[in-house]
């Protein structure tokens, strides 16, 4: 199993920026991937970013492309979310999810999650 932990989620004016971090323990994995999902009340959760775990390749939803960042150290099992100019529109909570297989955008295409962490953007 692999367990995920969430952290850095926190209250910022717009225009600001946290730095999300996701640690994983448990059992390795290969030829996957990890992503970054969020989910506002009464809203579906939505794709943020992923990366490919060896080969580090990034993908961003369109809504924040040019804004997030997403990283990772595979040496320390560690993902990172460097999100600048935030917007209230960020307001979510923000899950770190593990992907087995192929890189994917939909949730039902990861195996393992985290509990989340709080991201309030204000006005």
């Known amino acids: 199993q692999v367990q995920l932990v969430e952290s850095g989620g926190g209250l910022v004016q717009a225009g600001g920026s946290l730095r999300l971090t996701c640690t994983a323990s448990?059992?390795?994995?290969?030829?996957?991937?990890m992503g970054w999902f969020r989910q506002a009340p009464g809203k579906e959760r939505e794709f943020v970013a992923a990366?490919?775990?060896?080969?580090?390749?990034?993908y961003y939803a369109d809504f924040v492309k040019g804004r997030f960042t997403i990283s990772r150290v595979n040496t320390q099992n560690t993902l990172y979310l460097q999100m600048n100019n935030l917007k209230p529109e960020d307001t979510a909570v923000y899950y770190c999810?593990?992907?087995?297989?192929?890189?994917?955008?939909?949730?039902?295409?990861?195996?393992?999650w985290g509990q989340g962490t709080q991201v309030t953007v204000s006005s």
């Open positions: 448990g059992r390795t994995f290969s030829g996957g991937g």
């Open positions: 990366i490919n775990w060896i080969a580090g390749n990034s």
């Open positions: 999810a593990a992907s087995l297989s192929a890189l994917a955008s939909r949730p039902d295409r990861y195996d393992f």
